[in-house]
């Protein structure tokens, strides 16, 4: 998470000189008599403002019971009590939290499995339009994989509407919850080896669902943590 959070910054820090150098650009122009609209300036000084005060927007999605709140702890590494978390919003199924004022955690739960839960589908596309909302602004995904049947067939279309309509797969990670019960996390022979044939898994469904491309494949970054990240996490 803290490698995570500094690249943001990074980045966060370059943007800001981007936009200063192009401002100083715009005034300099003006200067020499060019006529630069107000709103182009204005434009400039609110880009500045929002890129300053932006916080690491992370979303949380999979399916319910898939131990989502296990490998948020697992990522920021220190979810207890010492760390300051307001429950900001709650929008049906979606929650958001401030973590330390640096992160924005935006939980969204069940993203599979609701449809058994709500028959109207008009709630089902509501439901849909505010996930869309919060996940398309989120700088990173955490896909919460079951580790018995990580990839169904009957998630083929929100896989293709998550990774094809609102073109998300750069930005996730696909991690596999409580691996610990499908591998001995103690028999570090046993424990590569199952998680090896678990990720090549994924790899096909995913290829046979939503089609990878060879660059696609070769990017994709797929992570295993244990049911109790405190004490037993684990992350390859």
Same mark, same amino acid.
């Given at each position: 998470?803290? &490698?995570? !959070?500094?690249?943001?910054?990074?980045?966060?820090?370059r943007n800001q000189e981007i936009l200063k150098k192009l401002l100083?650009?715009?005034?300099?122009?003006?200067?020499?008599? *060019?006529?630069?609209?107000?709103?182009?300036?204005?434009?400039?000084?609110?880009?500045?403002?929002?890129?300053?005060?932006?916080?690491?927007? %992370?979303?949380? %999605?999979?399916?319910? $019971?898939?131990?989502?709140?296990?490998?948020?702890?697992?990522?920021?590494?220190?979810?207890?009590?010492?760390?300051?978390?307001?429950?900001?919003?709650?929008?049906?199924?979606?929650? *958001?939290?401030? *973590?330390?004022?640096?992160?924005? !955690?935006?939980?969204?739960?069940?993203?599979?499995?609701?449809? &058994?839960? *709500?028959?109207?589908?008009?709630?089902?596309?509501?439901?849909?339009?505010?996930?869309?909302? +919060?996940?398309?602004?989120?700088?990173?995904?955490?896909?919460? !994989?079951?580790? $018995?049947?990580?990839?169904?067939?009957?998630?083929?279309?929100?896989?293709?509407?998550?990774?094809?309509?609102?073109?998300? !797969?750069?930005?996730?990670?696909?991690?596999? $919850?409580?691996?610990?019960?499908?591998?001995?996390?103690?028999? &570090?022979?046993? +424990?590569?080896?199952?998680?090896?044939i678990k990720k090549e898994n994924i790899q096909n469904r995913l290829?046979?669902?939503?089609?990878?491309s060879e660059e696609e494949k070769e990017s994709l970054i797929i %992570?295993? %943590?244990?049911?109790?990240?405190?004490?037993?996490?684990?992350?390859?």
């Open positions: 998470m803290n &490698e995570t !959070l500094e690249q943001f910054k990074r980045n966060q820090k100083d650009f715009v005034h300099t122009g003006e200067e020499y008599g *060019i006529k630069v609209e107000k709103s182009l300036k204005d434009k400039i000084h609110n880009a500045i403002k929002d890129v300053s005060g932006q916080k690491l927007k %992370v979303a949380l %999605v999979g399916g319910f $019971s898939c131990g989502k709140t296990s490998i948020a702890a697992a990522w920021i590494e220190r979810l207890d009590k010492s760390m300051k978390i307001d429950h900001q919003e709650s929008s049906d199924e979606v929650q *958001i939290y401030d *973590i330390d004022n640096e992160i924005e !955690l935006v939980d969204t739960p069940g993203l599979f499995g609701f449809k &058994e839960k *709500i028959t109207d589908s008009g709630k089902i596309e509501r439901y849909k339009d505010i996930t869309k909302k +919060y996940i398309s602004e989120a700088h990173l995904i955490l896909y919460a !994989l079951n580790p $018995s049947n990580p990839i169904k067939e009957s998630h083929k279309d929100d896989l293709n509407w998550l990774f094809r309509t609102l073109n998300l !797969l750069s930005r996730t990670i696909f991690v596999i $919850s409580r691996f610990d019960e499908e591998a001995d996390i103690e028999d &570090e022979e046993d +424990y590569n080896k199952r998680f090896k290829d046979e669902l939503i089609s990878l %992570v295993a %943590v244990a049911a109790n990240p405190f004490d037993l996490g684990v992350e390859h």
